[in-house]
């Protein structure tokens, strides 16, 4: 593995890149603070705009981190807007895994972008990074996410039943692999 840290990265309709702290009001307004949004996911909706602004400071902070990777991921017709964001959120130097995370703003869904923008960040993980083996999981009640993990060729790895518990139930976490090569 080599620790590279986040780049930028393009595809046919998007781009990657790091975070930046303009980005506060379009992350805020697509995406956290929409709890539909965030149903499956294991945060609240941020109640203000300085949450949001905060938690971006932060990420821009730890790009500093070699071994740190988080994408803005924006339209290229408008590349100052940011829809949603992709991570790796986990590491294992001892078998050179990792896995990633992604959210879009709901206005989005179901184009494409998401699964265009983990076909990037696995490229970048297999061709750049060096890693060997990408993860991701989704929620049992997300099957949406799943397609995604599966457009990107993914497949299928395990079930961990009640393996994550939201506000007020349990779901099973259904996780994804692909290997390098």
Not at 40 to 61: F, G, K
Not at 67 to 89: F, M, R, T
Request: with cysteine; aromatic share 12%.
């Amino acid at each position: 593995m080599k620790a590279i840290g986040t780049q930028m990265l393009q595809t046919e309709r998007l781009i990657l890149r790091r975070f930046v702290e303009s980005d506060a009001e379009a992350m805020f307004q697509n995406w956290a603070s929409s709890a539909e949004n965030l149903t499956y996911v294991t945060w609240d909706p941020h109640p203000n705009l300085e949450v949001t602004r905060n938690s971006i400071r932060n990420w821009v902070a730890s790009y500093d981190n070699p071994n740190y990777y988080k994408w803005a991921i924006c339209l290229k017709e408008k590349p100052e807007q940011v829809i949603g964001d992709i991570s790796i959120v986990e590491m294992n130097e001892y078998d050179s895994c990792c896995e990633i995370g992604y959210i879009l703003g709901k206005n989005y869904w179901g184009c494409g972008m998401m699964t265009e923008a983990l076909k990037a960040v696995l490229d970048f993980c297999f061709a750049q990074a060096g890693f060997q083996k990408v993860r991701s999981r989704y929620d049992s009640l997300n099957p949406a996410s799943g397609r995604v993990m599966e457009k990107a060729g993914m497949t299928y790895l395990k079930t961990v039943t009640n393996g994550v518990e939201r506000k007020d139930y349990v779901v099973d976490l259904i996780y994804y692999q692909i290997k390098k090569n």
